[in-house]
C-alpha cells in the first residue's frame, strides 16, 4: 500500500441531490473519523468492513454538512486499501468545503486516476479492465457502453490469459529441451510444438482484426459529404442530424464553407462534415471552399458521395467519381422522389444508396452500408474487444514475436533461438495485461483518467 492516504471528490461538480468523496489509504479511517462525527457517537474506526455511519461532517465545531459515511476495510474494498466514502448534498461548493477539510487532516489530493491505478497495484484488477473503466463512464452509445462492459467483467482478460497459458506452455518445453538435450523429452513433438505456435497466431490475429470495428464503435469515424452543388448534401446532413444544421436553398452554392456536426447512425458516431459544392468555378470564395472540401476527401474515413439522381452525370460528376472511388466510399443517389435520369451503371463496383433526403427515405440502408463499410456489422459488441491503441500495439508486438519463433523453427535454428521470440511474445502480452509493465506505462495510463476514479 502507499504510505500516502489520498482524498477526491468522485462524482462530477455542479448541483446536484448527492456528492461523494472518497478517502483512500493506510489512515483513511483515522482521516475521516477527525471530521466526521457519527449521531450515534460511534467513531468509524469502531465500525466493521460495509458498515454505514449517518453523521456530520464538522470544522472546528461548525457544521458543514450532514450526510452518510461508508466503511470498507482492506482488501476487500475498490482500491484494496481501507477505504470512506462519504455521501453529502451534491453541490459545488458543499463538496469543496468538505474535501478541503479532509485534506486539512491529513489526506493528500489524489491526482488523475489513482484510485483506479492502486487497486491495479493491489491486484484488484489488471490492466485490461482498468482501461475500460473510462470508456464505462465516457461511452456515448449502447455499443460503447457493451464493448467497455465486456472488458470490465474480463472478456479481453480471459482471451489474453489462454493464449499466454499455451505460450507459456511451448516455453516450459523448450526450456526442457534446452536444459536437457539429450534427453527423451515427453511431448517435444515439432509437428505439434509448431501447431501450438500456429495456434497462439492465429488467435492473436484474430483478436487484432475486430480491432478497427471497435475502434470505430469506440471514437466513432471522419465522415465527409461531397458532391456538386445542389445535389442535397446539406439536407442530407440535415437528415441525419436530425436537425436544420445545414442551410438548405434551392441556390446552388448555398454551402461555402465546412459545416460539422456528430450525429449517431445506428451504432456509429459519425464525426460528420457537409462541404461547399465540387465543380470548376471562376468564384474566389467558391473556389476555397472547394478545395476544402477535396482536401477533407483524403482525410475523411469515409466518404459519402451525393449525386443528384435527375440529372444526367456531367464532367464534374465524373471527376468527383474518380476521387473518391479508391477511398472508403458510399454513393448516395439522392432525389428518388423524383424521376430518374441518371446513368446507375457508372457506380459499378461501388456501394450504393438510394435516398430522398429531403422525405428521409433510404436511412435505414444508408445505416447498413455505413456499418458493412466501417467493419461493425459483424462485431458483437459482448464479445471481447481491443480497447486503444496501448493494447493493440501489445498485440501487434506479440504477433511479430511470434511468428518470428514460427519462422525459426522452419529454418532449422536452434531452440534456444526459437524460445527468446516466445519469450518476447509473451512479455508483449504481460504488458498488454499489466502482468509485468512499467510504471512509466502505469503512470500514462492513469495520467488519463478523472480525479477522483
Known amino acids: 500500500m502507499s504510505e500516502r492516504t489520498i482524498a477526491a471528490i468522485a462524482t462530477p461538480l455542479g448541483e446536484g441531490s448527492l456528492g461523494v468523496?472518497?478517502?483512500?489509504?493506510?489512515?483513511?479511517?483515522?482521516?475521516?473519523?477527525?471530521?466526521?462525527?457519527?449521531?450515534?457517537?460511534?467513531?468509524?474506526?469502531?465500525?466493521?468492513?460495509?458498515?454505514?455511519?449517518?453523521?456530520?461532517?464538522?470544522?472546528?465545531?461548525?457544521?458543514?454538512?450532514?450526510?452518510?459515511?461508508?466503511?470498507?476495510?482492506?482488501?476487500?474494498?475498490?482500491?484494496?486499501?481501507?477505504?470512506?466514502?462519504?455521501?453529502?448534498?451534491?453541490?459545488?461548493l458543499m463538496l469543496k468545503s468538505a474535501l478541503?477539510?479532509?485534506?486539512?487532516?491529513?489526506?493528500?489530493?489524489?491526482?488523475?486516476?489513482?484510485?483506479?491505478?492502486?487497486?491495479?497495484?493491489?491486484?484488484?484488477?489488471?490492466?485490461?479492465?482498468?482501461?475500460?473503466?473510462?470508456?464505462?463512464?465516457?461511452?456515448?452509445?449502447?455499443?460503447?457502453?457493451?464493448?467497455?462492459?465486456?472488458?470490465?467483467?474480463g472478456g479481453v482478460s480471459k482471451k489474453i490469459d489462454k493464449i499466454e497459458n499455451d505460450l507459456v506452455s511451448a516455453d516450459a518445453s523448450i526450456a526442457a529441451?534446452?536444459?536437457?538435450?539429450?534427453?527423451?523429452?515427453?511431448?517435444?513433438?515439432?509437428?505439434?510444438?509448431?501447431?501450438m505456435l500456429q495456434s497462439a497466431r492465429a488467435e492473436i490475429e484474430n483478436t487484432l482484426s475486430t480491432y478497427d470495428a471497435g475502434r470505430v464503435l469506440r471514437e466513432g469515424i471522419e465522415t465527409v459529404i461531397v458532391g456538386k452543388p445542389n445535389v442535397g448534401k446539406s439536407t442530407l446532413m440535415n437528415m441525419l442530424s436530425g436537425a436544420e444544421r445545414s442551410i438548405v436553398t434551392d441556390v446552388a452554392g448555398t454551402t461555402r464553407d465546412v459545416i460539422e456536426d456528430t450525429v449517431m447512425v445506428g451504432d456509429i458516431t459519425l464525426r460528420l462534415a457537409d462541404t461547399a459544392g465540387i465543380h470548376n468555378t471562376d468564384d474566389t470564395v467558391e473556389s476555397i471552399g472547394v478545395q476544402r472540401a477535396k482536401g477533407r476527401i483524403?482525410?475523411?474515413?469515409?466518404?459519402?458521395?451525393v449525386?443528384?439522381?435527375?440529372?444526367?452525370?456531367?464532367?464534374?460528376?465524373?471527376?468527383?467519381?474518380?476521387?473518391?472511388?479508391?477511398?472508403?466510399?458510399?454513393?448516395?443517389?439522392?432525389?428518388?422522389?423524383?424521376?430518374?435520369?441518371?446513368?446507375?451503371?457508372?457506380?459499378?463496383?461501388?456501394?450504393?444508396?438510394?435516398?430522398s433526403a429531403k422525405n428521409s427515405t433510404g436511412y435505414e440502408e444508408l445505416s447498413k452500408q455505413i456499418s458493412e463499410i466501417s467493419g461493425t456489422a459483424n462485431l458483437n459488441p459482448d464479445t471481447a474487444v481491443l480497447i486503444g491503441e496501448r493494447?493493440?500495439?501489445?498485440?501487434?508486438?506479440?504477433?511479430?514475436?511470434?511468428?518470428?519463433a514460427i519462422n525459426a523453427l522452419q529454418g532449422g535454428q536452434t531452440m534456444d533461438a526459437v524460445g527468446v521470440c516466445v519469450d518476447d511474445a509473451l512479455a508483449a502480452l504481460f504488458e498488454l495485461t499489466g502482468k509485468r509493465v512499467t510504471n512509466e506505462v502505469t503512470d500514462e495510463i492513469f495520467r488519463k483518467f478523472c480525479v477522483g476514479k
Open 21 to 92: 468523496i472518497r478517502i483512500s489509504g493506510d489512515n483513511a479511517i483515522a482521516v475521516a473519523d477527525k471530521v466526521f462525527k457519527s449521531f450515534s457517537g460511534k467513531k468509524l474506526s469502531e465500525l466493521s468492513g460495509y458498515s454505514a455511519a449517518y453523521g456530520e461532517i464538522v470544522e472546528n465545531k461548525k457544521v458543514i454538512d450532514d450526510g452518510v459515511a461508508l466503511v470498507f476495510r482492506s482488501p476487500k474494498s475498490y482500491t484494496g486499501e481501507d477505504v470512506v466514502e462519504i455521501s453529502i448534498h451534491g453541490g459545488r
Open 100 to 153: 478541503r477539510v479532509i485534506l486539512q487532516n491529513g489526506a493528500f489530493m489524489a491526482g488523475p486516476g489513482e484510485f483506479t491505478k492502486r487497486a491495479f497495484l493491489n491486484g484488484k484488477f489488471d490492466l485490461t479492465k482498468a482501461e475500460s473503466i473510462m470508456g464505462l463512464i465516457s461511452a456515448n452509445s449502447e455499443a460503447e457502453l457493451r464493448l467497455s462492459r465486456a472488458a470490465h467483467i
Open 177 to 195: 529441451f534446452s536444459d536437457y538435450p539429450d534427453e527423451d523429452i515427453e511431448g517435444l513433438d515439432y509437428e505439434n510444438f509448431i501447431k
Open 298 to 305: 483524403d482525410t475523411a474515413e469515409l466518404v459519402l458521395a
Open 307 to 355: 449525386f443528384d439522381s435527375t440529372m444526367p452525370l456531367d464532367g464534374d460528376d465524373l471527376s468527383l467519381l474518380s476521387d473518391v472511388k479508391n477511398r472508403n466510399t458510399i454513393i448516395v443517389v439522392n432525389k428518388s422522389d423524383l424521376e430518374s435520369n441518371i446513368d446507375m451503371t457508372a457506380f459499378g463496383g461501388m456501394r450504393v444508396v438510394t435516398v
Open 391 to 404: 493494447q493493440r500495439a501489445c498485440a501487434e508486438r506479440a504477433l511479430d514475436a511470434v511468428n518470428e
